[in-house]
Every structure is written in structure tokens, then in C-alpha cells.
């Protein structure tokens, strides 16, 4: 898989680089674990601050497009990212949702 990053943005309110690449590969497109492993060796970053958001196939060729984000601390990313992106990236575990309640018929008043 050859990673070639055209574009870093520093973002400096939010604490991170915003990365823009494009990964040659073989076959299928690659998952986002096989593209994120491929930017954390090109990039030489820890890959727990890295986020893989987009993984985009080109139409009739073995190139995919891909949308990063890479952050200084670990805290700005759990604070800055949705949680399905943080799970998607297995950085973090799915939070289980919350009952809804049964709406029911009212009681109804005893009968005299």
C-alpha cells in the first residue's frame, strides 16, 4: 500500500493536524484500520491520536482518498470527536443506549 499525504492543515484551536491522502492499494478497498496503520508508518505519529474519518474509493481505480485527523493529546481527541468516529477507529468502546420508556394506556378510574 503506498500512502502519498498531499495536504497537512495545523489547526491550532482545535489542537490537531488536518491530514488529506491519497493510498494506492491492489484489491478491495483497504478498511480504515489497514489505512490508519499505513498513515501511522508514513507519518511516524502514535497511533492513538491519529483518526481515520473517510475513506472514499475513486471510481475505476485502485486509489482511495482519505480524511485524517491527527492530535497532540489524547484528551483533545475524546473531547473534540463524536464517539461512532473514536469507535470506528477502535479507540474507544461503544456506549450502550439508554431504555426509552413504554408509554402505556393511563389507568383508567374504578367504576362506581
Known sequence: MEVEVSEQKEN???KRKEITAHVEHGGA???IEDVRQALVEKLGVKPE???V???AQEAGKKRVNVSARL???NED???TEPNYILVR???AEKKP???KKKKGKPAEAPKK
Open 12 to 14: 491550532k484551536l482545535l
Open 29 to 31: 478497498t483497504p478498511k
Open 49 to 51: 491520536l491519529l483518526v
Open 53 to 55: 474519518l473517510k475513506v
Open 71 to 73: 492530535y497532540s493529546k
Open 77 to 79: 481527541m475524546v473531547r
Open 89 to 91: 477507529n477502535k479507540l
Open 97 to 99: 443506549k439508554k431504555e
